[in-house]
């Protein structure tokens, strides 16, 4: 955080700015994500209290002193999904994952996740329809999406030591699995 010295912070500078962080940049670079977006990458370290200008009175101002934090307006494009296709995969399981078999409980009742084989976005195209999308618990979502686990035609599955459960009504398009494991050669074990 950068204090300057025209505010009514008990923890302002005299003049000029300071930087009150507890974690400095020490390496930072660029590289190019999987949907072919720029990441910025950093890499941290924790700064000591003392550098910090913290002190042995490291708490925080008091209530009273706070300001709200700024907003900016933002456009964002997103994809628009089908619930009710999401909805009705993750019914044909009663909201269990496909993979382990575990059922969410909330206070609506079941929570699962419809997960897409196939991304929908750029570069992907993948097609909101029920040959693309699994119930899937958020664990095992996550694992998918990010190539830890990948789907083979017989439905066994690499990275972990299971099957995928399909329900008689719902047919996985095997092109979609396909593509993902193109996607994701490798899987790392979990």
């Known amino acids: 955080m950068v204090r300057g010295a025209n505010t009514d912070s008990e923890h302002a500078p005299v003049s000029g700015y300071r930087y009150d962080g507890l974690y400095g940049v020490n390496k930072h670079w660029q590289e190019k994500g999987k949907s072919g977006f720029t990441i910025c990458r950093l890499r941290l ?24 934090s700024p907003r900016i307006e933002t456009t964002t494009l997103r994809i628009i999904r089908d619930t009710k296709i999401g ?26 996740e419809a997960s897409y084989i196939k991304p929908l976005g750029e570069p992907y195209h993948g097609p909101d329809t029920t040959d693309n999308i699994l119930c899937l618990c958020p664990n095992h979502h996550w694992l998918l999406d990010n190539g830890a686990i990948t789907i083979n035609d017989d439905m066994t599955l690499n990275g972990v030591d299971a099957s995928l459960t399909t329900a008689p009504n719902h047919n996985i398009n095997m092109e979609y699995t396909g593509y993902h494991r193109q996607l994701f050669p490798e899987p790392k074990r979990v």
Do not use: F, M, W
Not at 45 to 68: C, F, H, M, Q, V
Not at 98 to 109: A, D, F, M, P
């Open 45 to 68: 370290n924790k700064i000591p209290d003392d550098a910090a200008g913290l002190g042995d009175d490291s708490s925080p101002e008091p209530t009273r002193n706070r300001r709200p």
């Open 87 to 112: 909805r009705h995969v993750k019914a044909l399981y009663g909201y269990r994952c496909q993979i382990c078999g575990v059922r969410l409980e909330g206070i609506g009742g079941g929570y699962a």
